[in-house]
């Protein structure tokens, strides 16, 4: 069965430094995510991706986060300088279309820590 | 702002019981219902779907149903078994985000 696919899956960076985390897709879905699960919270939405543009995005996806879509089947999240309160897992999804009946399939997550 | 709410948040069955996790939403006008299961430490897996126009789906032994217009759902699992044991995930679809629950943590005793 095809599967959202992401690396590294797990990350350790300094405070203030850049982070890119990598995701692929699964190949004929169109629209694409990003989430976040600090420890021992919820998960949250980050941003929806479609048509080489964000659709939505959350609160939390303030000028620090942006997202890239840089060939056929890569999707990344960067995080610009780095704080502390960014350590969590991040994942990645994809669905075929947006809206009713319309799963979202998930990657097993990037474990972001920053020190 | 749709809020997201699961019980009990955490349960632990002998196995072969049936049980019932349960889901409530504050926003009715959704897309989707959607219900993860989440191993420690790894990504969400999607068990079921559910269309606002729909009142219930079944996958094998787990069955969800929906009534939007009381804000529930509900995930119930058939003779549990031990490899049931993770935590449990509802998600309300509205436009293109999903809303998650905390989740309910099954452990199921051999």
């Known amino acids: 069965e095809p599967e959202v696919t992401q690396t590294p899956s797990h990350q350790v960076t300094q405070m203030g430094q850049e982070v890119i985390l990598r995701c692929v897709p699964i190949?004929?879905?169109?629209?694409f995510y990003w989430y976040r699960q600090i420890l021992g919270q919820k998960v949250e939405f980050l941003v929806s991706f479609y048509n080489n543009e964000i659709s939505e995005k959350s609160e939390i996806f303030d000028d620090q986060f942006s997202v890239e879509r840089p060939d056929g089947s890569n999707f990344t999240l960067k995080i610009r300088s780095t704080k502390l309160e960014d350590s969590a897992m991040y994942f990645c999804?994809?669905?075929?279309?947006?809206?009713?009946?319309?799963?979202?399939?998930f990657g097993d997550g990037t474990r972001l820590s920053i020190l | 702002k749709q809020e997201v709410t699961q019980i009990p948040a955490a349960l632990s069955v002998p196995e072969g019981e049936n049980l019932v996790l349960n889901c409530s939403f504050t926003d009715s006008a959704i897309y989707n219902l959607q219900w993860f299961r989440q191993d420690p430490g790894k990504g969400l897996t999607s068990l079921l779907l559910?269309?606002?126009?729909?009142r219930e789906q079944t996958s094998g032994r787990l069955n969800a149903s929906l009534d939007k217009s009381s804000g529930r759902s509900t995930l119930y699992i058939a003779a549990s078994q031990p490899g049931d044991s993770a935590t449990y995930l509802c998600a309300a679809q509205g436009g293109n985000k999903l809303v998650f629950g905390a989740g309910t943590i099954l452990r199921v005793k051999s």
């Open positions: 190949s004929n879905h169109l629209y």
């Open positions: 559910i269309q606002s126009s729909q």
């Open positions: 999804a994809s669905s075929v279309g947006g809206g009713l009946n319309q799963p979202q399939h």
